[in-house]
């Protein structure tokens, strides 16, 4: 029994349209991410970045490397966050994740630049992910002061 041209037809929409259907849904997936500490622990600075999906899709573990640059844009030194899976639920929407980097390059450091970040999927593989799925936040706790 030969295939139809229109069931071939229906079958190529079909796929087309769930094929449509995950890249929407993966254009809704981002990423806020914000420098939330440094610490310093015997001679190496780690930054600890929070990264939160705002209960809008779920990641799998992330790898996304970073530069800290100088005042003139040059870059002073290279880490990389590994970033356990998040977003599953409105309780794991967010997760904190750290890179250690020489404290020399931290002090002089004027900004952070994300260059890279792939997502391991389920099957194993690894995608990379568009660097518009970040939306870097500035953040700047409050100044705390001492009451009289």
């Known amino acids: 029994m030969k295939p139809t041209r229109e069931l071939l037809w229906a079958t190529m929409l079909l796929g087309l349209a769930w094929q449509s259907t995950g890249f929407a849904e993966?254009?809704?997936r981002y990423i806020s991410i914000r420098n939330?500490?440094?610490?310093w622990v015997q001679g190496v600075c780690?930054?600890?970045?929070?990264l939160d999906n705002g209960g809008a899709g779920e990641f799998n573990a992330l790898s996304v490397t970073i530069h800290l640059n100088d005042k003139t844009g040059h870059t002073l030194a290279e880490g990389t966050l590994d970033v356990p899976p998040f977003g599953d639920s409105d309780a794991t929407r967010s997760v904190d994740a750290s890179t250690e980097f020489d404290c020399e390059a931290v002090e002089k450091a004027n900004g952070i630049s994300i260059v890279a970040a792939s997502e391991?999927?389920?099957?194993?593989?690894?995608?990379?992910?568009?660097?518009?799925?970040f939306d870097p936040q500035y953040y700047q706790p409050l100044k705390?002061?001492?009451s009289q």
């Open 144 to 146: 705390i002061t001492m």
């Open 26 to 28: 993966e254009a809704k």
């Open 120 to 133: 391991m999927r389920a099957n194993h593989t690894k995608i990379t992910l568009p660097l518009s799925t």
């Open 36 to 39: 939330t500490d440094s610490v």
């Open 46 to 50: 780690s930054l600890v970045f929070r």
